[in-house]
């Protein structure tokens, strides 16, 4: 127990000098990467990590978020923020999904894609409610003196797609809803039962209109929806009666830096300041749907981007709703030793877990997880896992499996469907070391190990996840082969890394014993790069009249390029560490057929002239390569500023770029 306490505390000295440098320095890392600069601004995603459905209310000068989780309990989780950047996980909705058994695996049944969808949270009258609605056709109401909970529910045998409540002003409850048609209907305050059925208020002029958001402001009624699933874009209806006739306006529609990957689905918060502000989130392989923040004005009552200079787009950067608010920026995701006598909010089960087949108080200091009977680990039972934050994370854990019984495996994996584990079998008194992608490919190599190992995860900005084991935690062994890590309506939500045992015959069962679960991230404070590392193109602060594209044209690979599409385009990068001084910039790119320029400017896009590549014509269609120019040195955390310079039609693609 010393030496656990002793990695807590310096893993808690070595994020607090991470936080005060406020760049990562060579060969440095983080827990996992937090969206606040600490100089008054943070990047989008708010978090580069699985929170679809994303709502958002203000109670005084708190704010409070939720998600959809689908299968995952408890469900729902209830974030806190001060700043509207930095936040906190402080309770759930529930612990357990109800109203149907299969969230329980009963006789093997399973319900991935179920559970909660698109919550929604509203404080009336000294409440906090969270309603959503569960696939299996029933609406759910939470409700709670405190944001945290706990909670009580109650259900309503009605189909309230992708609901959203108003508590309008005469008492009157209402819930806006469906996909492609926009239905009103009202419902007691008690939400037991129906008081005038669905009136269709709107319906779609394009496809996969849904994700309502209601508000009441002034005199109008604003329904916000998404258009368009991934590739979407978000839509506002306007009325001064619930029941229309509505007006729409576009409000978003761009894929910010992730190109075929639409801003969409959210809506606006006015905030204790009098700003408003909009959020909302992007699919973004693998980590899932990502919430993003950028803010509003109002036009002759309508919510409008403060700027459409840029024809519409979003920079990832933004400054902070409130700069000067005391919070420190932090991981949002951070590793567990399981020292506490109860497991850290970040975890979730994968369906209903049986409680009495884990424990934290059999072992203190381990979490022990009892085998339970599986045909395969997509029917294992208590199954936990915690987000994969991006744009890359490493999860470390160590196992005990002394006491694993013939039948038993047990391990690391990533969950999702498709899903993918490394982990011990042990079979007629052998131990086994195995691996799996979504039960395709098997690798098993007989092993003998006393009494622990170690197994290690990495996810990429690639969506490639790499297994290793370790007896000694020093020496490390690739094992199995690239993971595709994917993200789909199999389970509608993004990839996390999770710790399993389950049992595959009817024999006795054992247990493994789990010391910690670590996280580790070349990425901290968002948008801080090292000079001498490769930085994504993508990775941009702010841009004019570029563009991006799939290097490889599927939604599987994030990997990106980018294009111009007038000359004098521009990308900017706020926070590079350049050390004691740089001599080179480099550049990858796949040439055109005529010759462009990259320039590196220093604050501004005509601001002092520090390098000029040239990327001379080529053959359309060769390999990309570097291309490199002297650089006229500077040091420190300096802002650069690409200028690009070439024909839009004749536009090299540019992948990324550092120094040296």
């Not at 802002?639 to 540019?654: C, E, G, R, T």
Request: with cysteine.
């Amino acid at each position: 127990m010393f030496m656990k306490r002793f990695f807590l505390v310096t893993s808690m000295m070595t994020i607090a000098l991470f936080i005060s440098a406020q760049s990562l320095q060579e060969g440095s890392v983080s827990e996992s990467r937090y969206a606040d600069n600490g100089d008054g601004t943070f990047t989008n995603p708010v978090i580069w990590g699985d929170y679809p459905d994303v709502d958002m209310i203000r109670v005084g000068e708190d704010y409070y978020m939720i998600c959809s989780t689908f299968c995952l309990t408890p469900g729902i989780p209830i974030s806190h923020s001060k700043d509207l950047v930095n936040w906190e996980i402080i309770g759930y909705a529930y612990d357990r999904l109800i109203g149907n058994n299969v969230y329980d695996m009963a006789g093997g049944k399973t319900r991935y894609n179920g559970g909660s969808w698109a919550p929604c949270i509203r404080y009336h009258k000294g409440k906090f409610y969270i309603f959503y609605y569960d696939n299996l056709g029933y609406f759910v109401t939470n409700v709670s003196n405190r944001p945290e909970g706990p909670y009580k529910q109650t259900l309503l045998y009605c189909h309230l797609y992708d609901p959203s409540v108003l508590f309008d002003d005469d008492g009157k409850v209402y819930v806006v809803h469906g996909q492609n048609v926009i239905y009103v209907t009202e419902v007691s305050e008690d939400f037991t039962k129906v008081i005038s059925p669905a009136k269709t208020v709107f319906s779609s002029f394009t496809g996969a209109w849904e994700g309502s958001h209601i508000y009441k402001r002034d005199d109008y009624y604003y329904i916000c929806n998404t258009a368009g699933g991934t590739p979407g874009r978000e839509y506002i209806l306007r009325s001064k009666n619930i029941y229309g006739p509505y007006e729409v306006r576009e409000l978003v529609n761009t894929d910010a830096n992730l190109s075929g990957c639409g801003l969409h689905q959210g809506g606006f918060i006015d905030l204790h300041n009098g700003d408003s502000w909009f959020f909302m989130f992007q699919d973004r392989v693998p980590a899932g749907r990502v919430p993003w923040l950028f803010p509003i004005k109002w036009e002759e009552g309508w919510p409008v981007l403060p700027s459409f200079e840029n024809y519409g787009r979003i920079a990832p950067t933004q400054r902070k709703p409130f700069p000067k608010a005391n919070v420190l920026g932090r991981p949002f995701e951070r590793g567990d030793e399981f020292s506490s006598d109860r497991l850290d909010l970040h975890w979730q089960w994968s369906h209903n877990p049986d409680n009495s087949k884990w424990s934290l108080a059999e072992r203190r200091g381990y979490l022990r997880l009892h085998a339970m009977q599986a045909d395969s680990w997509e029917n294992a039972r208590n199954t936990l896992v915690r987000r994969f934050i991006g744009p890359e994370m490493t999860a470390v854990t160590s196992l005990d499996i002394s006491a694993l019984k013939d039948g038993d495996v047990a391990g690391l994996c990533v969950w999702n469907k498709p899903y993918s584990y490394i982990g011990i079998s042990k079979q007629e008194g052998k131990q086994y070391l195995v691996w799996t992608d979504n039960g395709q490919n098997i690798k098993k190599s007989e092993i003998n190990i006393d009494k622990n190992i170690y197994f290690r995860v990495t996810g990429d900005n690639s969506s490639i996840a790499r297994f290793e084991y370790s007896r000694d935690e020093k020496n490390w062994f690739r094992y199995g082969e690239d993971f595709r890590m994917e993200f789909s309506g199999k389970t509608y939500l993004g990839n996390r890394f999770g710790l399993y045992c389950f049992h595959t015959g009817d024999g006795e069962k054992g247990y493994a014993d789990f010391d910690y679960m670590r996280f580790s991230s070349p990425y901290g404070a968002a948008n801080h790069f090292n000079a001498f590392n490769l930085i994504p193109i993508e990775f941009y602060d702010d841009e004019h009249n570029t563009r991006l594209n799939r290097v490889e044209q599927n939604k599987l690979s994030p990997d990106q390029y980018l294009e111009v599409t007038e000359s004098g385009a521009w990308a900017q990068y706020n926070n590079i560490d350049f050390g004691t001084g740089v001599t080179d910039f480099c550049i990858n790119a796949l040439s055109s057929l005529k010759d462009s320029r990259v320039e590196v400017r220093l604050d501004a896009p005509d601001g002092e002239l520090l390098a000029t590549c040239i990327i001379p014509a080529g053959q359309v269609g060769r390999e990309y390569r570097e291309y490199s120019a002297p650089m006229k040195s500077v040091m420190g955390k300096r802002k650069i500023v690409l200028v690009f310079h070439s024909d839009y039609a004749q536009s090299p693609k540019v992948t990324e770029f550092k120094f040296k």
